[in-house]
């Protein structure tokens, strides 16, 4: 069993940055791929970002594409995601998954954070 646990989001304005993190607690950590999704009220849950597990490969959804970036430090058990210029369309909960593959599709992820709210402010 892996639980995994984020944190960083909060209040920002446009254009602020934010880096929310995501801890596992497993010894295996760096033998799953990571992602990042995101689910904002009334819509569906989206995919952000995800990154293999040697970090070698990352791929992003083409609307956070250059301004968010995942990475990880296999050494702390944790994967980050850096937000920067921060839109309003951006808020949501924020949700880390840990799997076998670095996919876009959630429904291949095993394990879930209970995720953290993110919300941005015109």
């Known amino acids: 069993q892996v639980q995994l646990v984020e944190s960083g989001g909060g209040l920002v304005q446009a254009g602020d940055s934010l880096r929310l993190s995501c801890a596992a607690s497993?010894?295996?950590?760096?033998?799953?791929?990571m992602g990042w999704f995101r689910q904002a009220p009334g819509k569906e849950r989206e995919f952000v970002a995800t990154i293999s597990w040697s970090g070698g490969s990352t791929y992003y959804a083409d609307s956070v594409k250059g301004r968010f970036t995942i990475s990880r430090d296999n050494a702390k058990n944790t994967v980050y995601l850096q937000m920067n210029s921060l839109k309003p369309e951006d808020t949501a909960v924020y949700s880390c998954a840990a799997g076998p593959f670095a996919r876009t599709d959630h429904t291949t992820y095993d394990y879930w954070g209970q995720g953290t709210q993110v919300t941005v402010s015109s």
């Open positions: 497993t010894r295996t950590f760096s033998n799953f791929a």
